[in-house]
């Protein structure tokens, strides 16, 4: 009995580390497509994203999301210390990127989001399917666990 | 003078509103358990969302029948691109029927917006927006596409043919 609940122990201990809590920072049409990777059709908690914190000091990855001024650099900053350890950053769109639809000509002050915080995810496009979310998950994974995952394993083992 | 209605004692029982809650939750379940194929949600790395033929993914630059590149290096992309995010450096080629051709073509996809403009000032259909959608890359990989990544890379199968033919332009006197 005591080896069969270690056994769900180390099952449940491996599940959670699968599991990331996001703390979303998102504003424009990417904070959309944000929604649309969270709700039915690309639904990411199978992918192992779970539901949007309640405090930051909850969640392990921040997703950055649309443009940075100076007040929301000095927020995200604030933020990214009070997550738990080891951080993970997903900075999605061009805008928390490079700035670039707000950089040329007009303002001045926007600030790209691997100036401020080490960004671990990279997704460009403007603003990117939910499909490029997902994938970005994936990679979260498998930068996590390096070897097949369990998915992979599955799905070679069901050909 | 205003009357206020207060919620009648019926209403407090809230069982009633718990099950017709749970009814539809169920049969939703129900209904995705026994109908498979008909289930809302797209299970990413396996099934794939099939986009319409305007979908603009990632660039793809497209070669001629012998497997070169069809741009000439006429620089009018990097002129129209708004996020000013495309960087050519043409050269000169063996071929005097050829004016020029690019010895670098790279495209910064972090300052990219994917809006087309580059695909609608293409003169010689030299630069395509793809099918597939945006690639995420973990920090430390290489975010300017070049050349190889962008007219060769796996998913394009040796290069994807221009519809536009330099012998036909050539014959009409273009």
Redesign the interface.
């Known amino acids: 009995m005591s080896y069969l609940t270690s056994r769900f122990e180390t099952l449940v201990m491996g599940l959670e580390k699968k599991l990331h809590v996001p703390w979303v920072l998102s504003e424009g049409c990417c904070s959309i497509e944000i929604q649309n990777a969270q709700l039915?059709?690309?639904?990411w908690q199978?992918?192992g994203m779970d539901d949007c914190a309640v405090e930051p000091s909850e969640a392990q990855v921040l997703i950055i999301a649309g443009w940075i001024n100076s007040t929301r650099a000095d927020e995200i900053k604030e933020i990214y210390s009070k997550l738990q350890k080891p951080a993970l950053v997903m900075a999605v769109g061009?805008c928390s990127?490079?700035g670039?639809?707000y950089k040329?000509g007009q303002t001045k002050n926007i600030i790209c989001a691997?100036d401020i915080v080490?960004?671990?995810?990279?997704?460009?496009?403007?603003p990117?399917?939910p499909?490029?979310?997902?994938?970005?998950v994936?990679?979260?994974q498998r930068?996590l666990s390096p070897g097949p995952s369990s998915?992979e394993v599955l799905?070679a083992a069901l050909k | 003078m205003s009357v206020v209605k207060r919620p009648s004692q019926k209403a407090k029982w809230y069982i009633p509103g718990i099950l017709t809650g749970l009814k539809i939750t169920m049969k939703h379940m129900l209904f995705n358990l026994t109908h498979r194929k008909e289930m809302m949600t797209i299970n990413y790395p396996e099934e794939k969302y099939q986009y319409s033929d305007r979908f603009k993914g990632n660039h793809i630059l497209t070669v001629k029948k012998d497997g070169s590149l069809r741009c000439t290096a006429c620089m009018l992309c990097a002129t129209y691109c708004p996020a000013e995010c495309i960087s050519i450096i043409a050269a000169e080629h063996d071929d005097p029927a050829v004016e020029k051709f690019p010895i670098s073509y790279e495209i910064d996809i972090l300052r990219c917006v994917f809006c087309g403009f580059c695909e609608e000032a293409c003169p010689v259909d030299a630069i395509r927006m793809g099918p597939e959608h945006q690639t995420a890359a973990i920090a430390g990989e290489r975010f300017i596409y070049d050349i190889t990544q962008l007219a060769y890379r796996p998913e394009n199968k040796g290069g994807v043919l221009s519809k536009v033919d330099d012998e036909e332009r050539h014959r009409r006197g273009l």
């Open positions: 039915a059709t690309y639904d199978r992918l061009a990127l490079s670039s639809p040329l691997q080490p960004v671990d995810i990279f997704i460009p496009g403007c990117p399917r499909e490029a979310l997902l994938s970005a994936l990679e979260l930068k998915r799905s």
